[in-house]
């Protein structure tokens, strides 16, 4: 009995499907072995076959196709090597590209990826993994066998010893034979050596036979020449006839001796076949999902169906429409209605065909977040069945299939009628498929059929579980647009097309008046719906574009608002780093003040003492506090400034002391200026400086002052190394930049340059160094840098 699914893959063109599959196989016994996959009917199973086509589609995408030629029948093979026969040249090489291809597919698992390093391969990784490879086997037999036709020289010692007396006597045999071309060139038909019989030979004209001393192979098909092996090289051309034999027999035990490896790794390398046929099979499938532009759907087992963007697979990609199709939800039945080529039958068939697909375990050109189920049968009644042999006609011919399905279908089916009731007397026509229709209602069977007639177009209108669907067809340019509308039965337009085809008017209003109220009615009202439909279609694709447009808007806000905050975080950050680094200079100044303000103490008279150790702790406050505060915080003051003028000194809360230049804004901001940075501070933020820090300020200033007059404009650090170097070269610099000098003199020494090189690149570092350069030849030259502070 053949089965449903056997029948629906003839009728729904599947097997044009496994054509295109096959054609991507990479071995032809993988073809033989998808001939032979079954559709299944097991949730789990179609489940699997489904995310391992998906996983080797995600590896071509993130590693490329494996290489997987080199797939034989490999038992044929082996057969012969385990029975004790010899394996020829060729077959051998079979063993190694079948070992070779196992090898690469470990490899092509260990294949670095960039776009997709984390692909899940939970089943074609074990494949894989589990495939024999023997490394050795293959190089002991490609190192002996150079092509089906030739056995390496090296294969055996004593291979190479008779193939070097084979030419060694070839080049004995042509010697001699070179002798006879020149004294018996008047006997020649030409002064060349040729071969015939496994013998060197000369061509002798025929009138001169007895002229040539020797054995006669072969004559020409002219009968003028006849080729000679002369006498003087018949003992030698026998001598090598037994070197050729030996080297057969030699050749024979080198195969031979393979074969026996072979045989012994012989279930090992058996146990691939069937691996490597599935894993060919596995990414011909994803190979035909790349081609199909396919995805998988989501796969359920409450015969529910909805495609979206669904495509036939045979179609042309480029020019083909897709349809959105749901079935099994809210209705079981499906009428589609709709004009002859209007492509009521090729929908009809694209949700057979991807339902076929799937249980076979193919992906599916649909959009992936289309869902289909598990059928346990799939019955198609399409296209013209008129049996001449049966002398059936076309609507006998269907009532056979119909019956026939009628008593195989149970709820777990999918039925396709096309153009149910045709081809009969359209009143019974309609009535049958009616009856058939409420028959797959009652049972809650999945149906979906193609029909002409009204009284279907009622039936769905008026019946619970039924639904109408039509094909949209373009009265103005009369032809179909091939786009399927669920929930809108299809509307006659034979008047229509009549008329703009220029049938008089006055035959169609004829034409009319024989058609029945309710019949005119009903199209009156299928014309109705089908204007709102358009209407209601055109505002939804407005409102489409308009919130297309929307997001598209907003997109582009949230991007211009998140180019702000990151702007805006940038500056705030930059900002930050630069009052962190102002902060650091002024407290690597403060320990150097402190440290000069020590050893100046000892010389001081106690009173000014006493000054000089409040500006003391006053500094240490301010290292302390920068110390504590790593990020930049701007607080309010305990006792903010009430009234300020320019010039005022005040005390910002970052601790340090700032003249006041512009007075405050509208925000109450004040520009201040703090050594050499200028920033904008809340009026809340400053506190005025007393009179005694003022003073210690002064004092301060007049210590470093004094200083400053003893600073050298000329500093040397020969003999340094570039750590030591640094440390003073830093506080010299700091030293000359508070003395006021513009210029000053590294005496560093030329050597090997590092010094000079590194003093120079630390330099760049340094904000107050404004430029350096070599000095003047005669005052130093490269062993000298002249550095320009600020």
Not at 267 to 294: M, T
Not at 392 to 411: A, C, G, K, Q, W
Not at 738 to 752: A, F
Not at 783 to 789: D, P, R
Request: with cysteine.
């Amino acid at each position: 009995m053949i089965d449903s699914f056997t029948r629906a893959k003839k009728t729904l063109e599947f097997d044009k499907v496994l054509s295109e599959l096959k054609s991507l196989a990479s071995a032809k016994i993988t073809t033989e072995y998808i001939d032979d996959i079954n559709f299944s009917t097991d949730y789990d199973e179609v489940n699997k076959r489904l995310k391992v086509t998906s996983e080797a589609l995600r590896l071509i995408s993130a590693k490329g196709e494996p290489a997987l030629f080199g797939i034989v029948d490999i038992k044929k093979i082996l057969k012969v090597a385990n029975i004790g026969g010899v394996l020829t040249a060729k077959s051998l090489l079979d063993v190694t590209d079948f070992l070779r291809v196992a090898r690469n597919l470990k490899l092509y698992l260990k294949k670095e990826t960039y776009d997709h390093k984390d692909v899940p391969m939970s089943f074609i990784n074990v494949l894989i993994e589990e495939l024999y490879i023997n490394r050795a086997l293959e190089e002991e037999i490609n190192s002996k066998i150079i092509s089906e036709d030739e056995i390496a020289d090296d294969a055996s010692k004593e291979l190479n010893r008779i193939r070097k007396n084979i030419g060694l006597k070839k080049e004995s045999i042509k010697n001699k034979l070179n002798s006879v071309l020149t004294s018996q060139s008047e006997y020649l038909q030409d002064q060349i050596v040729t071969f015939r019989d496994g013998r060197y030979v000369v061509p002798v004209k025929i009138e001169h036979k007895s002229r040539v001393k020797g054995l006669v192979h072969d004559i020409s098909s002219s009968g003028q020449t006849i080729y000679v092996e002369p006498i003087s090289v018949v003992d030698a051309n026998n001598e090598l006839k037994e070197l050729y034999l030996k080297e057969t027999t030699e050749i024979e035990k080198i195969l031979r001796k393979l074969t026996e490896f072979v045989a012994e790794e012989s279930v090992n390398i058996e146990y691939n076949q069937d691996k490597l046929i599935e894993i060919d099979f596995i990414f011909s499938k994803a190979k035909l999902a790349i081609k199909q532009e396919a995805n998988m759907p989501i796969l359920n087992n409450k015969k529910y169906i909805n495609l979206k963007k669904a495509y036939h697979p045979l179609l042309n990609r480029e020019i083909a429409v897709p349809i959105d199709i749901y079935l099994g939800d809210e209705f079981t039945s499906l009428i589609i209605t709709g004009p002859n080529t209007g492509g009521k039958t090729v929908s009809l068939k694209t949700v057979g065909l991807l339902v076929l697909m799937v249980q076979y375990g193919l992906l599916i050109p649909v959009s992936e977040s289309s869902e289909i189920s598990i059928f346990d049968s799939v019955f198609a009644d399409i296209g013209d069945e008129q049996s001449i042999e049966q002398s059936l006609s076309t609507f006998s011919s269907h009532m056979v299939n119909i019956v026939r399905i009628l008593n195989e279908v149970d709820e777990n089916s999918l039925v396709l009628f096309d153009e149910l009731g045709a081809g009969t007397d359209p009143t019974e026509g309609a009535a049958l498929a009616r009856a058939i229709m409420q028959h797959m209602l009652d049972r809650k069977i999945r149906c979906i059929s193609t029909t002409h007639y009204n009284q279907l177009k009622v039936y769905a209108l008026t019946t619970k579980g039924v639904a109408n669907a039509s094909m949209e067809f373009d009265v103005n340019t009369l032809s179909p647009t091939y786009k399927l509308l669920i929930g809108v039965p299809g509307k006659s337009n034979a008047f229509e097309i009549s008329k703009r085809l220029g049938l008089p008017e006055y035959i169609i209003e004829e034409s009319k008046k024989l058609l029945s109220s309710e019949n005119i009615e009903f199209e009156d009202v299928l014309q109705a719906i089908d204007a709102d439909r358009t209407k209601i279609a055109r505002l939804k694709e407005d409102l489409e574009r308009q919130n297309i447009d929307l997001k598209e808007q907003n997109r582009r806000l949230e991007n211009k608002i998140k180019n702000v905050e990151n702007q805006r975080e940038k500056i705030i950050e930059k900002s930050k780093e630069e009052a962190r680094r102002v902060l650091l200079n002024a407290k690597q100044n403060a320990e150097l003040i402190l440290s000069e303000l020590n050893e100046a103490k000892e010389n001081i008279l106690s009173d000014n003492s006493r000054k000089i150790q409040d500006a003391q702790d006053l500094l240490r406050e301010s290292i302390r506090k920068t110390n504590k505060d790593s990020d930049i915080e701007i607080t309010k003051a305990k006792n903010p400034i009430k009234e300020i003028k320019i010039g005022d000194q005040v005390r910002t809360s970052f601790g340090n002391v700032a003249t006041v230049l512009e007075m405050p804004d509208n925000k109450g901001n004040v520009l201040v200026q703090s050594g050499i940075m200028k920033m904008k501070l809340p009026k809340e933020s400053l506190t005025r400086v007393n009179v005694q820090e003022n003073t210690t300020k002064v004092n301060t200033k007049k210590i470093l002052r004094d200083k400053a007059t003893n600073v050298k404009s000329e500093i040397d650090i020969r003999g340094k190394n570039f750590e030591d170097a640094k440390d003073i070269v830093e506080k010299y610099l700091d030293d000359a930049y508070i003395s006021g000098l513009k210029s000053v003199r590294l005496i560093h020494g030329k050597g090997t340059g590092v010094l000079r090189a590194k003093l120079r690149d630390y330099m760049k570092g340094i904000r107050i160094v404004k430029t350096f350069h070599d000095a003047a030849y005669n005052e130093g030259g490269d062993g000298v840098t002249i550095v320009v502070l600020k």
